[in-house]
């Protein structure tokens, strides 16, 4: 009996410049740590391999909570979704709670993929966060 292939999800933290410190995020400490190791086992049961990659390459400023959703991007190849930021993938966030925010992002992009626009689309969404978009 053949195995069936994971199906594989990335999750890029780009490296973050913050002009605001209350937007600020640690994604080397442990409870992000913590966090997507748990999602890491959870996620495996269902089918999918995920994986996180550190992009210090590029360099997002830091002004408001959609900026930081902008410093995460999630891709799944397999469904044509590449690098594309957690607030594209979510809209609005209910809670402004960034590790919430992934994981929501992590599981649409598993399970309903077609749901999310797509990445040409022009989308501004007010995250709630007091920045003044």
């Given at each position: 009996m053949a195995c069936k292939a994971?199906?594989?999800?990335?999750v890029t933290v780009l490296d973050q410049e913050h002009i605001r410190k209350d937007w600020f995020f640690d994604f080397d400490g442990e409870p992000f740590k913590r966090l997507f190791d748990g999602m890491?086992?959870?996620?495996?049961?269902?089918g999918v391999s995920l994986s996180r990659?550190?992009?210090?390459?590029?360099?997002?400023?830091?002004?408001?909570?959609?900026?930081?959703?902008?410093a995460v991007r999630v891709s799944s190849p397999g469904d044509g979704h590449n690098n594309q930021c957690v607030?594209?993938?979510?809209g609005q966030s209910e809670h402004l709670d960034i590790m919430e925010d992934i994981r929501?992002?992590?599981?649409?992009?598993?399970?309903?993929?077609?749901t999310i626009a797509p990445v040409n689309e022009f989308r501004r969404v007010c995250h709630n966060c007091g920045c003044g978009c």
């Open positions: 994971l199906k594989r999800i990335t890491v086992k959870e996620m495996r049961k269902l990659v550190h992009n210090r390459d590029v360099t997002i400023k830091v002004n408001s909570y959609a900026d930081l959703l902008n607030g594209h993938i979510i929501t992002a992590v599981l649409r992009i598993a399970f309903a993929p077609e």
